[in-house]
């Protein structure tokens, strides 16, 4: 029987983003210099298949560092923790190493500095979000208000309107997040932003990606975690850029064949946490129901690369 054709519109940049590698190369090397086991405060990136596999060498995710031994090393994930989390380590004597991205630590550098100018914060970010909470958690309770939509920049209450700045979750919608801005800049006059937008250039050029290709496909899909900020971006993106079907899928598995009955294009991408891998689990899966045809849809490249900790590159 002939497979019917299908044309896969491919993003890129997806996937891994530099601040994830880093932060998976740490656990790595962190094994390999201490042995096993090795403990993580939270899911060092949100990819079950990532932390399942630094499971099996020898990784322990655990969610707070009161489930940590203190003769063990302990590293804290790539979303960032808030200060009380080293200072508790630091009193308990233990050996911690901080995979949090170098973009998520420009953003607490950031909002410690405006602190510091005697400025109250306003993050843009969601509730709940582990790099929200750590980056709230860099300043005393109060001095950081949390706003998620354009309808909580209406309700917030403020200090003091003139003495205001703001920051943002690094894996926000591009778009979303310049309404909100927009917003703020609108009742706080003097609102302070950051020099440089603190959404990371990786969430940036994988949304530029998908709304280059959302148009071309019948259907999206993006590999990704349900609890991954930036896949959930994706397919927001996805939708509002035409596609008139976007699926976050984890692994092929999840993939709702009855959805994509008739379509003759497909565009794939992947969360800055999805590993290659299966992206490439989910084209052989359509390969094996279609006659496949692969066209990349390339809007940037990327060569970002972040340095380990100093303390992995020594000899034990």
């Not at 052989?284 to 900790?309: G, L, M, Q, S």
Request: glycine share 6%; hydrophobic share 45%; proline share 7%.
């Amino acid at each position: 029987m002939t497979k019917p054709p299908l044309t896969i519109h491919l993003a890129a940049p997806r996937g891994f983003c530099a601040g994830v590698d880093r932060a998976i190369k740490i656990v790595e090397m962190a094994i390999e210099k201490w042995g096993a086991p090795v403990y993580v405060r939270h899911e060092i990136v949100h990819n079950k298949f990532v932390v399942d596999d630094l499971r099996e060498k020898g990784a322990v995710f655990v969610e707070e560092l009161e489930d940590c031994p203190p003769d063990r090393p302990v590293i804290f994930s790539a979303h960032g923790v808030p200060k009380s989390v080293p200072l508790e380590a630091a009193q308990r004597n233990m050996v911690y190493v901080d995979a949090t991205c170098p973009l998520v630590s420009k953003v607490h550098i950031e909002a410690a500095r405006h602190h510091d100018n005697g400025l109250q914060m306003i993050m843009i970010g969601h509730a709940g979000h582990p790099e929200t909470i750590g980056t709230m958690g860099q300043l005393p309770e109060g001095e950081v208000l949390l706003v998620e939509t354009v309808e909580d920049v209406e309700k917030v209450t403020v200090r003091d309107p003139a003495r205001l700045a703001f920051v943002t979750q690094t894996t926000l919608s591009v778009d979303d997040t310049a309404e909100i801005v927009a917003a703020l800049q609108a009742r706080f006059p003097a609102i302070v932003g950051p020099h440089k937008e603190d959404i990371c250039y990786a969430t940036t050029n994988r949304q530029e990606a998908v709304k280059a290709m959302a148009p071309l496909a019948d259907a999206m899909l993006v590999v990704g975690a349900p609890n991954s900020s930036n896949s959930k971006r994706l397919v927001e993106v996805g939708a509002r850029a035409g596609c008139r079907y976007a699926q976050l899928v984890q692994r092929a598995t999840d993939i709702d064949w009855r959805a994509l009955e008739g379509i003759g294009s497909l565009g794939i991408t992947a969360g800055a946490s999805a590993p290659e891998v299966l992206v490439n689990e989910v084209i052989d899966a359509f390969r094996e129901r279609f006659e496949v045809t692969v066209k990349p849809v390339v809007t940037a490249e990327e060569n970002v690369e972040f340095k380990v900790p100093r303390v992995l590159r020594e000899p034990a």
